[in-house]
């Protein structure tokens, strides 16, 4: 049974600073796509940060590029998402996926998922 497990998220202010991780377990996505996305409240999910488990190849949407990276450590199957220069507009729950699929505008969902954790950044 494949389960993603989230952590990190919590209470800050703008500016400061976030880790998330997200372990995977059940099976190994060595050769797969994981990555981050969000959900404000009233808004749908978007796409946030990207990563090939093989190679490390990354991919950010507009809003967070130059402030968050994404990581991955291969060995353990884990995937991170450091946030920098946290703004009032990055509160929301965030997921992990893994296995990551794309439309026509990028990637835009994902086979797996985890539970989530909320981010909230206050002004």
């Known amino acids: 049974q494949v389960q993603l497990v989230e952590s990190g998220g919590g209470l800050v202010q703008a500016g400061d600073s976030l880790r998330l991780s997200c372990a995977a377990s059940g099976r190994t996505f060595s050769r797969s796509v994981m990555g981050w996305f969000r959900q404000a409240p009233g808004k749908e999910r978007e796409f946030v940060a990207a990563i090939a488990m093989s190679g490390g190849t990354t991919n950010y949407a507009v809003s967070v590029k130059a402030r968050f990276t994404i990581s991955r450590n291969y060995a353990r199957n884990t995937v991170y998402l450091q946030m920098n220069s946290l703004k009032p507009e990055d509160t929301a729950v965030y997921y992990c996926?893994?296995?990551?699929?794309?439309?026509?505008?990028?990637?835009?969902?994902?086979?797996?998922w985890g539970q989530g954790t909320q981010v909230t950044v206050s002004s």
């Open positions: 996926g893994a296995d990551l699929t794309q439309g026509t505008q990028g990637y835009n969902s994902a086979d797996y």
